[in-house]
C-alpha cells in the first residue's frame, strides 16, 4: 500500500508527472496485494516468545533466512554496484527482499509488548533484543536502499 500512496502523494506534492507505467504498477500493487491477503493460508498461532524461538529454530526457516541473506548480500555487494544506476529493480528487490526480516521481526515484538503487558519477562529473553536489531538494521538498510532509488529515477 506504501508504494501506490508514495507514488500518488509524490504526483500531487512534488509535481512529479505519473505517467501510465506507474500508474499500471500503482493498480498492480494494490490488486496484488488483495490477491495474496485473501489467498494467504491461516497461520499457525504463535502467542509466547518461547513458540516463537521455536518456530525460527526450524530448519524451514533457516534455510529461507539463509537464502535471504545470500540473495541480499548477492544484490548488495555484486548487482547494486553493477546495475543500480540503471534499473530500478536492483534497490527494489533488495528494499523487498529484506522486508521479509522486517516482518518477522515485527511479529515477534508485537508478541513481546503483548507479554511484556502481561508482565511476563520479555526484556530478559534475548531473542527480543535480536529481534529489535533485527528491525532496526533492516528497516534501516530499506530506506538507505530506496532513497538511493528515489535520488536515481523518479516515482
Same mark, same amino acid.
Given at each position: 500500500?506504501?508504494? /501506490? !500512496?508514495?507514488?500518488?502523494? @509524490? @504526483?500531487?506534492?512534488?509535481?512529479?508527472?505519473?505517467?501510465?507505467?506507474?500508474?499500471?504498477?500503482? *493498480?498492480?500493487?494494490?490488486?496484488g496485494s488483495t490477491v495474496m491477503v485473501i489467498h494467504a493460508p491461516e497461520d499457525e498461532e504463535v502467542t509466547t516468545l518461547e513458540e516463537? &524461538?521455536?518456530?525460527?529454530?526450524? /530448519?524451514?526457516?533457516?534455510?529461507?533466512?539463509?537464502?535471504?541473506?545470500? +540473495?541480499?548480500?548477492?544484490?548488495?555487494?555484486?548487482?547494486?554496484?553493477?546495475?543500480?544506476? @540503471?534499473?530500478?529493480?536492483?534497490?527494489? $528487490?533488495? !528494499?523487498?527482499?529484506?522486508?521479509?526480516?522486517?516482518?518477522?521481526?515485527?511479529?515477534?515484538?508485537?508478541?513481546?509488548?503483548?507479554?511484556?503487558? $502481561?508482565?511476563? /519477562?520479555?526484556?530478559?529473553? /534475548? *531473542? &527480543?533484543?535480536?529481534?529489535?536489531? &533485527? *528491525?532496526?538494521? @533492516?528497516? &534501516?538498510?530499506?530506506?538507505?536502499? +530506496?532513497?538511493?532509488?528515489?535520488?536515481?529515477?523518479?516515482?
Open positions: 500500500f506504501s508504494v /501506490p !500512496c508514495s507514488a500518488i502523494l @509524490s @504526483s500531487y506534492l512534488l509535481g512529479e508527472r505519473l505517467n501510465l507505467l506507474g500508474k499500471l504498477g500503482c *493498480l498492480l500493487s494494490l490488486v516463537m &524461538t521455536s518456530k525460527l529454530k526450524e /530448519p524451514g526457516f533457516l534455510a529461507y533466512a539463509a537464502i535471504l541473506l545470500a +540473495l541480499c548480500f548477492l544484490l548488495i555487494f555484486y548487482l547494486a554496484p553493477r546495475y543500480g544506476q @540503471s534499473n530500478i529493480l536492483i534497490y527494489l $528487490a533488495i !528494499c523487498s527482499v529484506i522486508g521479509a526480516f522486517s516482518v518477522s521481526s515485527v511479529k515477534g515484538l508485537g508478541i513481546a509488548i503483548k507479554g511484556f503487558f $502481561a508482565g511476563q /519477562p520479555v526484556l530478559q529473553n /534475548p *531473542l &527480543t533484543w535480536i529481534l529489535v536489531i &533485527t *528491525l532496526v538494521a @533492516s528497516i &534501516t538498510t530499506q530506506i538507505n536502499y +530506496l532513497n538511493k532509488a528515489l535520488d536515481i529515477f523518479n516515482t
